[in-house]
């Protein structure tokens, strides 16, 4: 079945940086869009950023644009968030899913704080 098992999360200083990773399962990888969500404590779910199938075009929310950067590997079937200059306003659960998809994954918890 279609699996998602987000890793990558943890506590890091402001401005610091982190890596998440999204081994996904069950499905061809390599023919769809995929995207990064976050929840936010009392917030909605946002959209952070979704990468096309091959990689060609990526989109990014306003609020991690310039610091966010989301890949894949076709190969390895990995959707990957480089997150730079974090912010305490980062702090969120992030979530990847295929972009026109239902299924979400459990999640990896992020924490920006001194």
């Known amino acids: 079945q279609v699996q998602f098992v987000e890793s990558g999360g943890g506590l890091v200083q402001p401005g610091g940086s982190l890596r998440l990773s999204c081994a996904a399962s069950g499905f061809i990888f390599k023919i769809y869009d995929m995207s990064w969500y976050r929840r936010a404590p009392g917030k909605e779910r946002e959209l952070v950023a979704s990468?096309?199938?091959?990689?060609?075009?990526?989109n990014y929310a306003d609020s991690v644009k310039g610091r966010f950067t989301i890949s894949r590997d076709n190969v390895e079937n990995v959707v990957y968030l480089q997150m730079n200059s974090l912010k305490p306003e980062d702090t969120a659960m992030y979530y990847c899913?295929?972009?026109?998809?239902?299924?979400w994954g459990q999640g990896t918890q992020v924490t920006v704080a001194s």
């Open positions: 990468i096309s199938a091959f990689g060609g075009t990526t």
């Open positions: 899913k295929i972009s026109s998809g239902i299924l």
